[in-house]
């Protein structure tokens, strides 16, 4: 049983452009959500992240929206680069597990076309 | 600052066979993870340790697999035999005590593959 979805296993962009990737959990008991990137043959990298307290947070061109009745988040990249090209994974934690135990979903293969 | 290293990078072995991964941390820092990350699927967290001491092995297959971090420091993790389905990649990470544990600097991995 999944606990935290990504629905879409791939996604293209034209470089400019907004890219918005879209997860969803089951547990209402999670309280912070991250998003990791990952390039092939490398481990993934800490992007951003969001407390169950706030509806959005911004950090350059990404930004992670929070909307807890509907147990949906998003990244938003804008302008999408094709360095921005990699594997995002969604990941929650607070569900009562130790802290640090993050559940993360199958990710979503970004392209960012020039 | 150096980052998680992990070795050996690539791995491939016969079923029923033992292998053994190494993980070394981020200087300093307390929190050391071991995830399993099979093909397609995100990574799942195996075990976790703060020091030298285990927070959380509730998800490691414990007949099969032992890990451990005798100095608070480096860690192994053991296969002992392994099975078709443990092929995937093993990614290390580590966290600092003075930042969110849930922001964790991950290794390179390495990719088992057994035959």
């Known amino acids: 049983d999944q606990q935290v979805k990504q629905n879409s296993p791939s996604l293209s962009v034209q470089e400019g452009r907004i890219s918005i990737l879209n997860c969803d959990y089951t547990n209402s008991m999670f309280d912070y959500f991250l998003w990791y990137k990952k390039y092939p043959a490398e481990g993934p990298t800490f992007l951003i992240s969001?407390?169950?307290?706030?509806d959005k947070n911004e950090d350059g061109r990404f930004t992670v929206f929070l909307n807890k009745s509907a147990k949906h988040l998003s990244l938003h990249i804008v302008p999408s680069q094709p360095g921005d090209s990699a594997v995002y994974f969604c990941a929650a934690s607070g569900y009562g597990g130790s802290q640090g135990n993050l559940i993360f979903g199958k990710g979503t293969k970004l392209s960012v076309k020039p | 600052e150096a980052g998680v290293a992990q070795s050996p990078r690539y791995k491939i072995i016969e079923k029923r066979q033992s292998v053994a991964f190494w993980c070394n941390p981020i200087s300093g820092h307390a929190t050391l993870y071991w995830y399993q990350q099979i093909l397609g699927q995100g990574p799942k967290l195996l075990i976790q340790?703060?020091?030298?001491?285990?927070?959380?092995d509730s998800q490691l297959p414990k007949d099969r697999f032992s890990a451990e971090r005798l100095k608070g420091v480096d860690s192994t993790l053991k296969i002992q035999p392994a099975k078709l389905e443990d092929s995937a990649v093993y990614l290390c990470a580590s966290s600092s005590l003075d930042e969110s544990q849930e922001t964790q600097y991950f290794g390179p991995g390495t990719r088992l593959l057994v035959l």
């Open positions: 969001i407390s169950s307290i706030k």
């Open positions: 340790f703060q020091n030298n001491g285990v927070v959380d």
